[in-house]
Structure formats: structure tokens, C-alpha cells
């Protein structure tokens, strides 16, 4: 296991998912990976880097050591996030009888996430929600960071000042 992983570095990495991309911890290093599916089938067709520009090379390495499962652990993917889930809690909250409501119809059918994106930046809530999503993704991560017994620290590194 990484001695210490940075927490924001778990956070970036599950908001950087797709469904064709995956991100994942390399436990020995404590480094947040992505990984395409497309370069997942590459590695377990077995094919070669020789022609290959260094990150191309460098990814397909990955997704050999992922597939190979040893030092690799898969980040909570979108099931496991849940972000509609988190919206609707988050409306729940919501004091304003009024925006609440929006809220909660916001998020119902198809399109609930762009209608939902459109009422909090017209309620003036989007700071609000924003500040709520980062940290029930934080929840997340820490959970997730126990449940694999990985340190991690809420520290950031700090900023280097503009040469």
C-alpha cells in the first residue's frame, strides 16, 4: 500500500470516470491513473508498443498492470457515486420551499442533469450545491479509502509561487 495518498487526488480521479474511462490507484506508488477501455482491450489482446508514441507505450503498460490485478484497485465507479442520488439530497436540503420543489423536478426524466445544472445557476444556488457535491464525493473517497485500508491525508500540496 502507498504510504500516504492525497485525498483531492482520489476526487479528481473518480470525476475524471467515463463510461469508457476508469480510473484507478496504483497502490504502491499511491498515483491516480485513468484507463480506457480502449486501452484495456489493447493490453489483453497482447498488443505491442513498438510503434507507439511514449504515452501510448506508458498506457498500454497500465492497463497491463491492471488487468493483471496486483497493483491496481479500481476507483467507486458512477453506480457507486450516485450523483443523481446526491442531487436529490441535496434539493432535499434546500430551505426554500419553492427551489426545492424546482429541484426535485428538475431531476425527474429524461435530461435531469442539465435541468438540474440550469435551476441551481437560476435559483443562485450553484455555489451551494457545488460545495455539497465536493463533499459528498469526499465522503466517498474516504470511505472507500478505509474499506481498502489506504492512508490518505486532506492536505494539498503546497502552491509554488509564479517564477
Known sequence: MPMCVRLREIVDGMESQSDEMTAYLNVK??????????????AEAGEQASDQ??????????????LAGEDYIALP??????????????????????????????IQGRGAF???????????LA????????????????AWCE????EYTRNQPARQADA
Open 29 to 42: 506508488t499511491g498515483q491516480v491513473v485513468p484507463v480506457s477501455d480502449e486501452e484495456l482491450a489493447a
Open 114 to 124: 442539465r435541468y438540474f445544472k440550469d435551476s441551481i445557476h437560476d435559483l443562485g
Open 147 to 150: 474499506a481498502h485500508g489506504i
Open 127 to 142: 455555489e451551494e450545491w457545488y460545495s455539497y457535491r465536493d463533499r459528498g464525493y469526499e465522503e466517498i473517497a474516504v
Open 53 to 66: 508514441a511514449d504515452w501510448e507505450a506508458e498506457a498500454l503498460e497500465i492497463a497491463r498492470g491492471v
Open 77 to 106: 465507479d458512477r453506480v457507486e457515486i450516485d450523483e443523481y442520488r446526491m442531487m436529490d439530497r441535496f434539493a432535499s436540503t434546500v430551505p426554500d420551499p419553492a427551489a426545492s420543489a424546482r429541484l426535485q423536478r428538475a
